[in-house]
T-cell receptor, first 113, second 115 residues
């Protein structure tokens, strides 16, 4: 089993649609979870951290389910500018204080007019 | 605040040649990472520095890759000799050493093509 698994997509959705991505992680000891966004031919940038209670930032909502070891990202009212790859990222609990992250392969989203 | 700087942005070399990449992290960031990202995949950590010391190089192909961060600031990553499968984007990232802070800031990357 991969340490962090995501559906690579691509997800093709029309503008205004709601789209959800899921990600599963293998090590139940992981404590920190993130979604990064990567535009085509650009570097990854932090989109949002994922907290146990769930968190929302505008049109974006992140949820964590520790029992099932999955993380989700919901995007409401999709915009053309949301087209990107969304990377699920989890801390490596075996790295101790070294703050090592484990990266998923990414989920590709294309929002169409 | 200036971001992470990398150079060159693009490099094309033939197999068996050598290449070096440079990274200047965000000022004050003690932790520096080099990642390799192959098209369609997530970033793969090659090496992580804490100041000028290596804390993780478990996925660095040490027979051909080397990296250093001599003064705890700038870093260089070298490949010698390059193979076709080294074609990828090499990303440098840095982060602050704060409790519970995992956010990494990336440079624009160096796109390497090995022919």
């Amino acid at each position: 089993r991969k340490e962090v698994e995501q559906d690579p997509g691509p997800f093709n959705v029309p503008e205004g649609a709601t789209v959800a991505f899921n990600c599963t992680y293998s090590n139940s000891a992981s404590q920190s979870f993130f979604w990064y966004r990567q535009d085509c031919r650009k570097e990854p940038k932090l989109l949002m951290s994922v907290y146990s209670s769930g968190n929302e930032d505008g049109r974006f909502t992140a949820q964590l389910n520790r029992a099932s070891q999955y993380i989700s990202l919901l995007i409401r009212d999709s915009k053309l500018s949301d087209s990107a790859t969304y990377l699920c990222v989890v801390n490596d609990p075996n790295a101790g204080n070294n703050r090592k992250l484990i990266w998923g392969l990414g989920t590709s989203l294309a929002v169409n007019p | 605040e200036a971001g992470v700087a990398q150079s060159p942005r693009y490099k094309i070399i033939e197999k068996r040649q050598s290449v070096a990449f440079w990274c200047n992290p965000i000022s004050g960031h003690a932790t520096l990472y080099w990642y390799q990202q192959i098209l369609g995949q997530g970033p793969k950590l090659l090496i992580q520095f804490q100041n000028n010391g290596v804390v993780d190089d478990s996925q660095l192909p040490k027979d051909r890759f080397s990296a250093e961060r001599l003064k705890g600031v700038d870093s260089t990553l070298k490949i010698q000799p390059a193979k076709l499968e080294d074609s990828a984007v090499y990303l440098c990232a840095s982060s602050q050493r704060l409790a519970g802070n995992y956010e990494q800031y990336f440079g624009p990357g160096t796109r390497l093509t090995v022919t």
